[in-house]
């Protein structure tokens, strides 16, 4: 047994020796001490009945490997919440503590020369992504926390899509949470978020679109050491579907690095009912004083029945601008612009729709941070809503507080926004939000 005890630590460590494996972690969690909205109000005790909630919206760890010639990889992620579903009226989560619900993704990779890489498995941050600071990056921590609503990058809980979201195929998943009556208005679409106009990455776990999100095969082959050709093929996703049904789903990109700025060309084949094309120009990073996201979607329809939205058998537009500014070393504004417009059928004109985003902030002192959100969306709908002469415009304010401590942040804050205003559906909201992020 020993001898046993012996060769099984011998193993371990000359797979140590071979790999260098690191670790990371990660715990987002959130209470909202009170929040509500005007149809809160209680005429028969003229009370307004607030109600509080919470959530543990994040428990990660990771796993990352590679061998000391660099050519062999792996990384791993798992990942659970006791926030398992979307609380449509608050835009905060659900509020029941129950199972916590876990999943695991990863990929192994090769590298066996600098002109090619290839992964197998998934990457819920997406391979090849293309959004810039437009994504999660807008928000960060704070939006981990839900002190401040991170939903219009990928459309869940966001201010630029109103909730409910009813559009033909179902929605964005918000359902209709608030227990209105759809009426018409499943003849509308009425969703927009930046990922319409940027690309997420293939696997990306947030992706909107006809289908899961992808697991298979994504390489890279990189003839000069500018330029780029990204592939992501979902043979696992779409296991034992038709041949060509699995290559028609691909994602092919063409990506240049220059020394002014990133420039992406992709076709993504999960996306709309036959694919979607996305153009892309990004200069600086995180850390530059400034930082410019230039996004272009067209999203392709067919008028095929099966149609993923029978809304639509003509191309719908999307275009997109991200910014970040370090006006000095105290103060700095990000800012997003998504535009939606086209798209429709004969008995249909899509709206043409927009949402601004506008994040001030400035430094208190070295580990206080005050941010400013500042948004509003329009929906522009031909005829109003039921033939009204109305349209969709809504707004949020969230100021909040950050107290960070190394890998560590406290958020505070308080939310007021609308939804569907100027409806029949019109709804005010606000909550008092706060949270703790920790990354180890």
Not at 61 to 66: D, M, P, R
Not at 138 to 159: H, I, K, M, Q
Not at 429 to 437: K, M, N
Request: charged residues 15%.
């Amino acid at each position: 047994m020993k001898r046993l005890i012996a060769v099984a630590v011998a193993l371990t460590l000359a797979v140590g020796s071979a790999f260098a494996v690191d670790f990371t972690g990660q715990i987002h969690s959130g209470v909202t001490l009170m929040h509500g909205n005007d149809s809160d109000y209680d005429e028969e005790d003229d009370r307004v009945h607030a109600r509080a909630g919470g959530h543990m919206g994040r428990f990660r760890l990771q796993a990352a490997a590679e061998n000391e010639e660099g050519t062999f990889g792996a990384w791993m992620r798992l990942q659970g919440s006791t926030d398992p579903g979307i609380e449509a009226d608050t835009g905060l989560g659900s509020y029941g503590y129950g199972a916590i619900p876990f999943s695991v993704t990863g990929h192994a990779w090769w590298r066996p020369a600098d002109i090619f890489w290839m992964a197998i498995g998934t990457n819920p941050d997406g391979f090849f992504n293309a959004e810039g600071g437009t994504g999660w990056q807008f928000y960060g921590a704070a939006g981990d926390a839900r002190v401040a609503n991170a939903g219009n990058f990928n459309g869940f809980r966001g201010f630029a899509s109103p909730t409910p979201t009813f559009t033909g195929n179902g929605g964005n998943g918000n359902g209709n949470g608030n227990g209105y009556d759809n009426g018409d208005r499943d003849d509308f679409d009425v969703s927009i978020r930046t990922r319409d106009a940027f690309f997420s990455g293939f696997g990306c776990a947030n992706r909107i679109h006809a289908g899961a999100a992808e697991w298979g095969l994504g390489f890279t082959i990189s003839p000069i050491e500018i330029l780029n050709l990204n592939f992501g093929i979902p043979f696992i996703s779409e296991a034992n579907e038709p041949f060509g049904d699995v290559f028609g789903a691909l994602t092919a990109q063409l990506e240049l690095n220059l020394d002014f700025g990133r420039i992406a060309i992709t076709y993504d084949g999960q996306r709309a009912d036959s694919g979607a094309l996305f153009a892309y120009f990004g200069m600086g990073g995180p850390d530059d004083d400034l930082r410019l996201d230039i996004g272009l979607g067209v999203h392709l329809y067919n008028d095929d029945a099966d149609s993923v939205s029978w809304l639509h058998d003509s191309a719908r537009i999307f275009a997109g601008v991200g910014l970040g500014l370090g006006i000095s070393d105290d103060i700095g504004l990000r800012a997003r612009l998504v535009a939606g417009f086209g798209g429709g059928n004969d008995d249909y004109d899509a709206p043409f729709s927009v949402f601004l985003d506008l994040l001030p902030f400035f430094s208190v002192n070295d580990n206080l941070t005050a941010f400013v959100s500042l948004g509003a969306s329009l929906h522009a709908v031909d005829g109003g809503m039921d033939g009204n002469d109305n349209n969709i415009f809504d707004f949020h304010i969230n100021p909040y507080l950050q107290i960070s401590s190394g890998p560590a942040s406290f958020f505070a804050g308080f939310r007021m926004w609308t939804e569907w205003g100027g409806t029949d559906l019109s709804s005010f909201h606000w909550a008092v939000p706060i949270g703790i992020t920790i990354n180890f």
